[in-house]
C-alpha cells in the first residue's frame, strides 16, 4: 500500500501553492519557515517526487507535477475536514469550535456584543477569534485554519462564499474648527483636495475610502502614496491624528458608536452624494458543511447593526 500524505503536509503544500512565499505560508499555518520547508521536503521524500523547482533561487516555482498534486491535496483535505464537520453538525447543530476572524476595522467594536451573542444564543460553540486584515484572514479561511470571517464588503474575498448582514455608513470626523464643520452632511465632492488621513495600506478601508473620494471626481488624491494623505495603523490612531489638526478622515458608523472620537477635539457628519457605506458580512469556504450553522449566526450577528432605524442602515439578513 502507498504511504498517505498527512493533512499537516497537504496543509503546507496548499498554502506555499497558494501564497508563493515560504515565510507567508509558514505565518498561514502558525509555524516556523524551518518546519514548513521541512514538512514540504519530507512529503517529496515520501512520494519519491520533485514538488518544486529548486533551480530558480528564491522564487517559489512548483513542478507540473508538484502543481497537480497541490490541487488534489486541496480536494483530499476538504474532504478529510468535512468528515467530522459533518458529524458535528448532524448530531447537534451550532456546537463545537468555531475558529472565527475579524478585521481590525471591526474587531474592537464588533467583539463584545458578538461574544456575548453566541454565549447567550449558542452557548455549546467554543470560540476563538483571530484579528487580521482581510487578505491573510481568507489565507487562513481557504487552508483550513479559520471557519469563519467577520468581513467588511467590498474587498477582494471571490474566494469565499460571503452573506451580507447590514450597511454601516461612512461619516467625515475633523477637527471643531473645520470649515466643513458647518455642513449637516458633507457631499463626497467637499473630499476634493482636502489632506486625507487613511490606513495604511493592506486594509480594506483604505480602499473603500479611496472609492469613496474618487466619487468627487475633482479629488486629486492616488491610489498610491501621495503628499496630499497621512497613514494610521487603526482608527483610534486614525481620530487621534484627526485631532492634531493633521488632516480629516473617513471612518464607519460602527467606529463611532463604538467610542473612537472619544477624548478628541474630533467630530464627524454624515457623508452623501452616492454610495457612501461598506457591507459588514460573513464569509466561509465554499461547500462547508457548516453553511447552515453559519447562516443561523448571520440572522443572529444583524442584530448587532448600530441603531438602524436612526442610520437607515439597511440590513440584508
Given at each position: 500500500?502507498?504511504?498517505?500524505?498527512?493533512?499537516?503536509?497537504?496543509?503546507?503544500?496548499?498554502?506555499?501553492?497558494?501564497?508563493?512565499?515560504?515565510?507567508?505560508?509558514?505565518?498561514?499555518?502558525?509555524?516556523?519557515?524551518?518546519?514548513?520547508?521541512?514538512?514540504?521536503?519530507?512529503?517529496?521524500?515520501?512520494?519519491?517526487?520533485?514538488?518544486?523547482?529548486?533551480?530558480?533561487?528564491?522564487?517559489?516555482?512548483?513542478?507540473?507535477?508538484?502543481?497537480?498534486?497541490?490541487?488534489?491535496?486541496?480536494?483530499?483535505?476538504?474532504?478529510?475536514?468535512?468528515?467530522?464537520?459533518?458529524?458535528?453538525?448532524?448530531?447537534?447543530?451550532?456546537?463545537?469550535?468555531?475558529?472565527?476572524?475579524?478585521?481590525?476595522?471591526?474587531?474592537?467594536?464588533?467583539?463584545?456584543?458578538?461574544?456575548?451573542?453566541?454565549?447567550?444564543?449558542?452557548?455549546?460553540?467554543?470560540?476563538?477569534?483571530?484579528?487580521?486584515?482581510?487578505?491573510?484572514l481568507?489565507?487562513?479561511?481557504?487552508?483550513?485554519?479559520?471557519?469563519?470571517?467577520?468581513?467588511?464588503?467590498?474587498?477582494?474575498?471571490?474566494?469565499?462564499e460571503?452573506?451580507?448582514?447590514?450597511?454601516?455608513?461612512?461619516?467625515?470626523?475633523?477637527?471643531?474648527?473645520?470649515?466643513?464643520?458647518?455642513?449637516?452632511?458633507?457631499?463626497?465632492?467637499?473630499?476634493?483636495?482636502?489632506?486625507?488621513?487613511?490606513?495604511?495600506?493592506?486594509?480594506?478601508?483604505?480602499?473603500?475610502?479611496l472609492?469613496?473620494?474618487?466619487?468627487?471626481?475633482?479629488?486629486?488624491?492616488?491610489?498610491?502614496e501621495?503628499?496630499?494623505?497621512?497613514s494610521?495603523?487603526?482608527?483610534?490612531?486614525?481620530?487621534?491624528?484627526?485631532?492634531?489638526?493633521?488632516?480629516?478622515?473617513?471612518?464607519?458608523?460602527?467606529?463611532?458608536e463604538?467610542?473612537?472620537?472619544?477624548?478628541?477635539?474630533?467630530?464627524?457628519?454624515?457623508?452623501?452624494?452616492?454610495?457612501v457605506?461598506?457591507?459588514?458580512?460573513?464569509?466561509?469556504?465554499?461547500?462547508?458543511?457548516?453553511?447552515?450553522?453559519?447562516?443561523?449566526?448571520?440572522?443572529?450577528?444583524?442584530?448587532?447593526?448600530?441603531?438602524?432605524?436612526?442610520?437607515?442602515?439597511?440590513?440584508?439578513?
Amino acid at each position: 500500500m502507498l504511504p498517505l500524505p498527512s493533512a499537516q503536509q497537504l496543509r503546507y503544500l496548499i498554502a506555499l501553492s497558494e501564497l508563493r512565499h515560504f515565510g507567508r505560508a509558514a505565518a498561514a499555518c502558525s509555524v516556523t519557515q524551518s518546519t514548513l520547508s521541512a514538512g514540504i521536503m519530507a512529503l517529496e521524500r515520501q512520494l519519491d517526487s520533485q514538488l518544486l523547482d529548486r533551480t530558480v533561487g528564491k522564487k517559489v516555482v512548483f513542478t507540473p507535477l508538484g502543481h497537480e498534486i497541490a490541487l488534489k491535496g486541496r480536494q483530499a483535505l476538504e474532504a478529510l475536514e468535512a468528515v467530522p464537520q459533518l458529524a458535528v453538525a448532524a448530531r447537534t447543530p451550532l456546537t463545537g469550535p468555531l475558529r472565527l476572524g475579524v478585521i481590525p476595522t471591526i474587531g474592537p467594536f464588533l467583539i463584545e456584543p458578538l461574544v456575548k451573542t453566541i454565549r447567550t444564543r449558542f452557548p455549546q460553540l467554543t470560540l476563538s477569534i483571530a484579528e487580521d486584515t482581510t487578505e491573510h484572514l481568507l489565507e487562513k479561511l481557504g487552508i483550513g485554519r479559520l471557519d469563519m470571517l467577520v468581513l467588511a464588503m467590498p474587498c477582494l474575498c471571490d474566494t469565499a462564499e460571503t452573506l451580507p448582514l447590514w450597511r454601516d455608513p461612512f461619516h467625515v470626523i475633523m477637527p471643531e474648527d473645520h470649515p466643513l464643520a458647518r455642513l449637516s452632511h458633507v457631499p463626497v465632492e467637499q473630499l476634493a483636495d482636502q489632506r486625507m488621513i487613511m490606513m495604511e495600506d493592506g486594509h480594506c478601508l483604505r480602499e473603500q475610502t479611496l472609492a469613496v473620494c474618487r466619487q468627487g471626481r475633482e479629488w486629486h488624491g492616488t491610489e498610491g502614496e501621495s503628499d496630499s494623505t497621512f497613514s494610521a495603523t487603526s482608527l483610534h490612531t486614525m481620530a487621534e491624528m484627526v485631532g492634531l489638526g493633521l488632516g480629516i478622515g473617513v471612518v464607519p458608523l460602527l467606529a463611532l458608536e463604538g467610542g473612537i472620537l472619544r477624548g478628541h477635539p474630533v467630530i464627524s457628519r454624515p457623508l452623501s452624494g452616492g454610495p457612501v457605506w461598506r457591507t459588514i458580512g460573513l464569509g466561509w469556504r465554499p461547500r462547508s458543511p457548516r453553511s447552515e450553522d453559519f447562516r443561523t449566526l448571520a440572522t443572529a450577528f444583524s442584530s448587532l447593526a448600530p441603531h438602524p432605524a436612526q442610520t437607515q442602515n439597511q440590513n440584508f439578513v
